[in-house]
T-cell receptor, first 114, second 112 residues
Framework: AQSVSQHNHHVILSEAASLELGCNYS??????LFWYVQYPGQHLQLLLKYFSGDPLVKGIKGFEAEFIKSKFSFNLRKPSVQWSDTAEYFC????????????FGAGTTVTVRA | ETGVTQSPTHLIKTRGQQVTLRCSSQ?????VSWYQQALGQGPQFIFQYYREEENGRGNFPPRFSGLQFPNYSSELNVNALELDDSALYLC???????????FGSGTRLTVV
């Protein structure tokens, strides 16, 4: 079974700072990778996803993530955060085209100070 | 696009009781999954239904069961509730896609 680990439990930043959230997974086969965001009081929303092709994936709201297969990593980045990026961020994995189950990391809470 | 709607939004039950949570999938989606999110943790996969059949299950006991109806709406039933069942229950729907999941806002279940 695959597992997902997120390196940081809570990250505190000032506006305009750069953000990078780490995500590593343990699964040796083909994977599909996702980042979800949960704003306070709202439902999980898909930020971006990787299935194949260019390992640098661009998502909504200026976020991007890079898939590094050799490191089993899929780190999320944003060059300049805004106060509205305050949220909880979840990395998730599913194992190939026959497995729709998502395995989530524990999440990283990001607090952006104005 | 109507999104995924779940009901009720909040629920308080007593240990030993049974509960039914409901989910209306996004229009056109034929796959529904249920997740349990305990406080401070990521969502944990309970099970998935595709065309009214369960086609995947996580590490949850049999007292967690589900149904998917012909209109692709779904129910999650939990029998013999335990205190540890207190969590946010999330429904997600997709169209046979590897990850185009749309999540609902969840049902917050408290077991006392």
């Amino acid at each position: 079974a695959q597992s997902v680990s997120q390196h940081n439990h809570h990250v505190i930043l000032s506006e305009a700072a750069s953000l990078e959230l780490g995500c590593n997974y343990s699964y040796g086969g083909t994977v599909n990778l996702f980042w979800y965001v949960q704003y306070p009081g709202q439902h999980l929303q898909l930020l971006l996803k990787y299935f194949s092709g260019d390992p640098l994936v661009k998502g909504i709201k200026g976020f991007e993530a890079e898939f590094i297969k050799s490191k089993f990593s899929f780190n999320l980045r944003k060059p300049s955060v805004q106060w509205s990026d305050t949220a909880e961020y979840f990395c998730a994995v599913n194992a190939g085209s026959n497995d729709y189950k998502l395995s989530f990391g524990a999440g990283t809470t990001v607090t952006v100070r104005a | 696009e109507t999104g995924v709607t779940q009901s009720p939004t909040h629920l308080i039950k007593t240990r030993g009781q049974q509960v039914t949570l409901r989910c209306s999938s996004q229009s056109g989606h034929n796959t529904v999954s249920w997740y349990q999110q305990a406080l401070g943790q990521g969502p944990q996969f309970i099970f998935q239904y595709y065309r009214e059949e369960e086609n995947g299950r996580g590490n949850f006991p049999p007292r967690f069961s589900g149904l998917q109806f012909p209109n692709y709406s779904s129910e999650l039933n939990v029998n013999a509730l335990e205190l540890d069942d207190s969590a946010l229950y999330l429904c997600a729907s997709s169209l046979e896609d590897r990850g185009g999941y749309t999540f609902g806002s969840g049902t917050r279940l408290t077991v006392v």
